[in-house]
């Protein structure tokens, strides 16, 4: 019976103390910060090392509502405190409409990839569109651009089990970011550089054709590669989307990966762009983030975990670690992307 | 030795009383949710979900995490399209969202609520025809085109059941299909395509093929059941399950076919409304992540739904039946969907002047106790019927062809009103609705009768009939002169009800089974009951 008593005794002062440190700890208070995220990040942002990080370090929680790049910038920003979209257009549109962001900061760079199953991008390769050098896929734009302005079908480039033309699944260029930077790459392989004003109208048809026959467009970068990954080789043959990604699943879902590795096949189109993901603060309280974000260990995890290239452009050292065979260590063949007036009107066109 | 035989006692006990309590709350109707259709576990801490009425053959799945968990599922069954109009609205009250496909989803979350979302499985729309039929039909062991199933429609020696286009996933998907067959295969849709004459007359013709429709797609499954029809289109797991169930009753099975150039994918996406309250965002990715487990998607997979990346494993080959016409191993290649603002013009298309027009009989009860709040809901809920302009927002809006019948009653039937087409005459019911006085006994039996006595006049086949029954009470009057006059109209007129006030359900549910039709709960949210039945006509 003593013994008992005593135990709850020293219960009672654990309790105690524990309580205590929690007060005087907690004095310190966090502070949320509310914005629009495209959707791609958010597995770094949900990450708990990333959000310990932010927590512990620098004092701050993140709460945020999934938005398209494109989308975020017309949104209700009322009681939101940073937006971070995928790409500067984004910034520079915010710019147009808002004037000068608080802060705005490029914090993650990727490039933008095609992902497909590897029946397909062994087809595209027997068709001379793709090519793999040191165990990394390819695809020439211009050849590809050209496959799928003479409507060919799937079956005329071998693969008489899917239905329908070549095609390339993207998001809503006019609302999300990944499918926004492939019509910007579209634009630059019709123009056959850097489109910029002087040249783009005259493409502006060819570009709308491609994008009218997609139909129905995702507006989400994450819901189109969750899909991708999914619905199988049928449904989505071929999309656009972000390196980070599939690196990000690779790490995330090891058992899965191991199972589906065989099948995907990441293609860098050359030339590609840059994804750069930049911060936008919008009030004094939004700038913290970019701090926080740009700390160093969240910068390590962001490539470690998320796949997301950092700092400068190129790849760490170590690609190994993901288990994905096929990741390019230098991006070396990029353009930019078209400027914001040039993007303002490949958006119009494609509205 | 003692102690521990008090301990194991007191456990004994304690699971006895939690399985009491999850058995006696795991009865549909119970709970403390007045609106959800089914109430899973109990416990004060509730997730609400609205979900495709397909998700009803996961609900042993959810119970098992329920129970888990010490939580308590309420669903609510909707079509998917009613999903994406719910999201679009102001309030949602629903802590998560499971439509059948993640088009709706995204279509319908223009304020960017819903977070978290990911594709539980897959599944394609399919036709399931009988297999007789099928194999006369020469669709055995061949791959069919829509136009195929086109052909054999048009002659008349296939007739099918499908979902409303405005308001499910399965029957939208079908009609996109058709559309793009009658259009000669374009790459996609667009609105020009869209104008032709010749357009108009072939859907019309297509669709005058349907037998029965229903608003979302497990009702549409149930119905083809409990009737005697020859072919559904539905997703490839229904006719998995309607299959199971026609061959333990020793009938003919339904043989499956993939239409090559018309099929689509419905990827079952279940995504988190954000309403701030973090307990609940965490109870809801707990749910998730326990669905999308290994474990729980190879049981999703024994459903008969397509789950995990790998496609379907080696065990669960017997579920999907070569026999039955399953393909386990196609490589699944659907159609494009049109840009969002075509599909909302193939969509009211669809209602306006495509579908075959419906024939509705409102038996609507003026008895006394409808007085005060009850008529005045029942006013409320027409007139989101009868004037067009609400009604075009839910997507049912008159057809120039469609005939709307009222009949008042009471203890007897107080007038009749016919109503032909979507203009004026139409917007003259409501007036009538608004302004007929209450009062008397009740009796919907003899309405009833006199509505299939005015059906006589028309030739059913070229509408879809319904008798809409809204009731507050206990009826006088029999049963056995309805099912007498139902007998000499001869027809398979479906007789739904709405329950309203303090209706006897019995009665109501005797009617349905009689009519394969099915009763709705009016209690709760009268409106919405009434556009619930509008989905089956």
């Given at each position: 019976m003593k013994t008992k008593l005593a135990g709850l005794g020293i219960l009672a002062i654990v309790i105690i103390a524990a309580a205590a440190y929690a007060l005087f700890s907690g004095r310190q208070t966090v502070t949320e910060i509310s914005g629009f995220v495209g959707g791609e990040k958010i597995g770094l942002l949900e990450d708990e090392e990333v959000q310990q990080i932010f927590e512990q370090k620098y004092h701050l929680t993140i709460d945020y509502a999934r938005a398209g790049s494109i989308d975020m910038i017309s949104a209700d920003l009322t009681g939101r405190n940073f937006l971070f979209p995928s790409n500067q257009t984004a910034l520079e549109l915010y710019e147009q409409a808002h004037g000068e962001p608080v802060q705005s900061e490029i914090v993650l760079n990727t490039p933008i990839v095609l992902y497909t199953r590897k029946a397909v991008a062994d087809a595209l390769a027997a068709e001379g569109i793709a090519a793999i050098t040191d165990d990394v896929y390819y695809v020439d734009m211009a050849k590809l651009t050209e496959c799928i302005e003479s409507d060919r079908s799937w079956a005329d480039v071998g693969l008489p089990q899917l239905y329908g033309n070549v095609s390339v699944g993207t998001t809503d260029p006019t609302k999300s970011n990944s499918g926004n930077m492939f019509a910007g790459l579209l634009a630059n392989t019709l123009c056959g550089g850097v489109a910029d004003e002087s040249t783009v109208d005259t493409i502006l048809p060819r570009l709308q054709s491609i994008f009218q026959k997609l139909g129905y467009m995702e507006s989400s970068s994450s819901d189109i590669f969750d899909q991708f990954l999914k619905t199988g080789m049928g449904a989505k043959p071929l999309i656009a989307g972000y390196e980070s990604q599939l690196l990000e699943f690779a790490v995330e879902n090891p058992d899965t990966w191991e199972q589906v590795k065989e099948d995907i096949v990441m293609l860098y189109p050359t030339p590609t762009v840059?994804?750069?993901?930049?911060?936008?603060?919008l009030d004094e309280t939004g700038t913290a983030g970019i701090d926080a974000l740009l700390d160093e260990d969240v910068q390590r995890l962001a490539w470690e975990k998320h796949g997301f290239r950092t700092g400068l452009y190129d790849a760490p050292a170590d690609v190994g670690h993901f288990g994905v065979t096929g990741i390019a260590e230098e991006?070396?063949?990029?353009a930019p992307m078209p400027d914001a007036l040039t993007m303002e009107r490949i958006i119009e066109a494609l509205s | 030795m003692e102690m521990k035989a008090v301990k194991s006692m007191a456990v004994l006990l304690l699971v006895s009383i939690i399985s009491l309590v999850l058995l006696t709350s795991c009865r549909p109707g119970s709970g403390q949710s007045d609106s959800a259709d089914r109430v899973i576990g109990s416990s004060s801490s509730v997730l609400r979900i609205i979900s495709g009425s397909e998700n009803a053959e996961l609900?042993?799945?959810?119970?098992?995490?329920?129970?888990?968990?010490?939580?308590?599922?309420?669903?609510?069954y909707q079509g998917s399209l009613d999903i994406m109009r719910l999201l679009e609205g102001e309030e949602i009250d629903y802590d998560a969202v499971w439509p059948a496909s993640s088009i709706w989803l995204t279509m319908g979350d223009t304020k960017h609520r819903v977070q978290h979302t990911e594709s539980v499985s897959i599944s394609p729309v399919v036709f399931g025809i009988r297999k007789n039929l099928a194999e006369e039909l020469g669709f055995v062991g061949r791959e069919v085109s829509v136009g195929d199933l086109l052909a054999a429609i048009q002659s008349g020696k296939l007739r099918f059941c499908m979902t409303s286009a405005t308001q499910s996933n399965s029957g939208a998907s079908a009609y996109i299909g058709f559309l793009y067959a009658l259009l000669g295969n374009p790459e996609v849709i667009t609105s020009e395509d869209l104008q032709s004459e010749e357009l108009k007359t072939q859907m019309r013709e297509l669709l005058s093929g349907v037998d029965r429709s229903s608003g979302s797609s497990d009702w549409l499954k149930d119905m083809f059941l409990e009737g005697n029809y020859d072919a559904m289109v539905n997703y490839e797991c229904l006719m998995i399950q309607a299959n199971e169930e026609l061959e333990q009753r020793g009938e003919e099975p339904l043989y499956v076919v993939y239409p090559y150039d018309g099929l689509s994918l419905a990827d079952s996406p279940l995504g988190y409304v954000d309403q701030g309250d973090d307990k609940k965002e965490e109870m809801f990715l707990k749910l998730q992540e326990y669905l999308l487990s290994d474990e729980a998607q190879n049981e999703i997979q024994r459903t008969g739904r397509r789950s995990g990346y790998t496609g379907i494993s080696e065990e669960n080959r017997d579920v999907f039946r070569t026999?039955?016409?399953?393909?386990?191993?196609?490589?699944?290649?659907?159609?494009?969907?049109?840009?969002?603002?075509?599909?909302?013009?193939?969509?009211?298309?669809?209602?306006t002047d495509f579908k075959k027009p419906s024939l509705s009989v409102y038996c609507l009860d003026y008895s006394g106790s409808m007085e005060g709040e009850g008529n005045e809901q029942l006013v409320n809920a027409m007139e989101q019927l009868l004037i067009q302009e609400n009604a075009r927002q839910n997507y049912l809006q008159a057809s120039e062809d469609e005939v709307n019948i009222l009949i008042p009653f009471s203890g007897s039937v107080i007038d009749t009103y016919t109503a032909v087409g979507a203009g004026s005459e139409i917007e003259n019911l409501y007036d009538t609705v608004r302004k007929q006085e209450v009062g008397g006994g009740t009796d919907m039996y003899k309405a009833a009768i006199q509505g299939l006595s005015m059906l006589k006049e028309y030739d059913l086949s070229q509408y879809t009939p319904a008798i809409i029954l809204l009731t507050d009470g206990q009826s006088g009057g029999s049963f056995e002169d309805f099912t007498q006059a139902y007998e000499e109209l001869g027809a398979k007129v479906p007789v739904f009800s709405i329950m309203f006030g303090d209706a006897d359900e019995t009665q109501l549910q005797q009617l349905a089974d009689y009519t394969n039709a099915r009763v709705f709960d009016g209690r709760e949210n009268l409106t919405e009951a009434f556009r619930s039945v509008r989905g089956y006509n």
């Amino acid at each position: 019976m003593k013994t008992k008593l005593a135990g709850l005794g020293i219960l009672a002062i654990v309790i105690i103390a524990a309580a205590a440190y929690a007060l005087f700890s907690g004095r310190q208070t966090v502070t949320e910060i509310s914005g629009f995220v495209g959707g791609e990040k958010i597995g770094l942002l949900e990450d708990e090392e990333v959000q310990q990080i932010f927590e512990q370090k620098y004092h701050l929680t993140i709460d945020y509502a999934r938005a398209g790049s494109i989308d975020m910038i017309s949104a209700d920003l009322t009681g939101r405190n940073f937006l971070f979209p995928s790409n500067q257009t984004a910034l520079e549109l915010y710019e147009q409409a808002h004037g000068e962001p608080v802060q705005s900061e490029i914090v993650l760079n990727t490039p933008i990839v095609l992902y497909t199953r590897k029946a397909v991008a062994d087809a595209l390769a027997a068709e001379g569109i793709a090519a793999i050098t040191d165990d990394v896929y390819y695809v020439d734009m211009a050849k590809l651009t050209e496959c799928i302005e003479s409507d060919r079908s799937w079956a005329d480039v071998g693969l008489p089990q899917l239905y329908g033309n070549v095609s390339v699944g993207t998001t809503d260029p006019t609302k999300s970011n990944s499918g926004n930077m492939f019509a910007g790459l579209l634009a630059n392989t019709l123009c056959g550089g850097v489109a910029d004003e002087s040249t783009v109208d005259t493409i502006l048809p060819r570009l709308q054709s491609i994008f009218q026959k997609l139909g129905y467009m995702e507006s989400s970068s994450s819901d189109i590669f969750d899909q991708f990954l999914k619905t199988g080789m049928g449904a989505k043959p071929l999309i656009a989307g972000y390196e980070s990604q599939l690196l990000e699943f690779a790490v995330e879902n090891p058992d899965t990966w191991e199972q589906v590795k065989e099948d995907i096949v990441m293609l860098y189109p050359t030339p590609t762009v840059w994804s750069s993901h930049v911060y936008i603060a919008l009030d004094e309280t939004g700038t913290a983030g970019i701090d926080a974000l740009l700390d160093e260990d969240v910068q390590r995890l962001a490539w470690e975990k998320h796949g997301f290239r950092t700092g400068l452009y190129d790849a760490p050292a170590d690609v190994g670690h993901f288990g994905v065979t096929g990741i390019a260590e230098e991006i070396t063949q990029v353009a930019p992307m078209p400027d914001a007036l040039t993007m303002e009107r490949i958006i119009e066109a494609l509205s | 030795m003692e102690m521990k035989a008090v301990k194991s006692m007191a456990v004994l006990l304690l699971v006895s009383i939690i399985s009491l309590v999850l058995l006696t709350s795991c009865r549909p109707g119970s709970g403390q949710s007045d609106s959800a259709d089914r109430v899973i576990g109990s416990s004060s801490s509730v997730l609400r979900i609205i979900s495709g009425s397909e998700n009803a053959e996961l609900e042993p799945i959810l119970e098992k995490f329920a129970e888990q968990e010490g939580i308590e599922i309420q669903m609510s069954y909707q079509g998917s399209l009613d999903i994406m109009r719910l999201l679009e609205g102001e309030e949602i009250d629903y802590d998560a969202v499971w439509p059948a496909s993640s088009i709706w989803l995204t279509m319908g979350d223009t304020k960017h609520r819903v977070q978290h979302t990911e594709s539980v499985s897959i599944s394609p729309v399919v036709f399931g025809i009988r297999k007789n039929l099928a194999e006369e039909l020469g669709f055995v062991g061949r791959e069919v085109s829509v136009g195929d199933l086109l052909a054999a429609i048009q002659s008349g020696k296939l007739r099918f059941c499908m979902t409303s286009a405005t308001q499910s996933n399965s029957g939208a998907s079908a009609y996109i299909g058709f559309l793009y067959a009658l259009l000669g295969n374009p790459e996609v849709i667009t609105s020009e395509d869209l104008q032709s004459e010749e357009l108009k007359t072939q859907m019309r013709e297509l669709l005058s093929g349907v037998d029965r429709s229903s608003g979302s797609s497990d009702w549409l499954k149930d119905m083809f059941l409990e009737g005697n029809y020859d072919a559904m289109v539905n997703y490839e797991c229904l006719m998995i399950q309607a299959n199971e169930e026609l061959e333990q009753r020793g009938e003919e099975p339904l043989y499956v076919v993939y239409p090559y150039d018309g099929l689509s994918l419905a990827d079952s996406p279940l995504g988190y409304v954000d309403q701030g309250d973090d307990k609940k965002e965490e109870m809801f990715l707990k749910l998730q992540e326990y669905l999308l487990s290994d474990e729980a998607q190879n049981e999703i997979q024994r459903t008969g739904r397509r789950s995990g990346y790998t496609g379907i494993s080696e065990e669960n080959r017997d579920v999907f039946r070569t026999d039955w016409g399953l393909q386990p191993d196609r490589v699944l290649s659907p159609i494009r969907m049109p840009a969002a603002d075509v599909l909302q013009e193939c969509l009211n298309m669809y209602q306006t002047d495509f579908k075959k027009p419906s024939l509705s009989v409102y038996c609507l009860d003026y008895s006394g106790s409808m007085e005060g709040e009850g008529n005045e809901q029942l006013v409320n809920a027409m007139e989101q019927l009868l004037i067009q302009e609400n009604a075009r927002q839910n997507y049912l809006q008159a057809s120039e062809d469609e005939v709307n019948i009222l009949i008042p009653f009471s203890g007897s039937v107080i007038d009749t009103y016919t109503a032909v087409g979507a203009g004026s005459e139409i917007e003259n019911l409501y007036d009538t609705v608004r302004k007929q006085e209450v009062g008397g006994g009740t009796d919907m039996y003899k309405a009833a009768i006199q509505g299939l006595s005015m059906l006589k006049e028309y030739d059913l086949s070229q509408y879809t009939p319904a008798i809409i029954l809204l009731t507050d009470g206990q009826s006088g009057g029999s049963f056995e002169d309805f099912t007498q006059a139902y007998e000499e109209l001869g027809a398979k007129v479906p007789v739904f009800s709405i329950m309203f006030g303090d209706a006897d359900e019995t009665q109501l549910q005797q009617l349905a089974d009689y009519t394969n039709a099915r009763v709705f709960d009016g209690r709760e949210n009268l409106t919405e009951a009434f556009r619930s039945v509008r989905g089956y006509n």
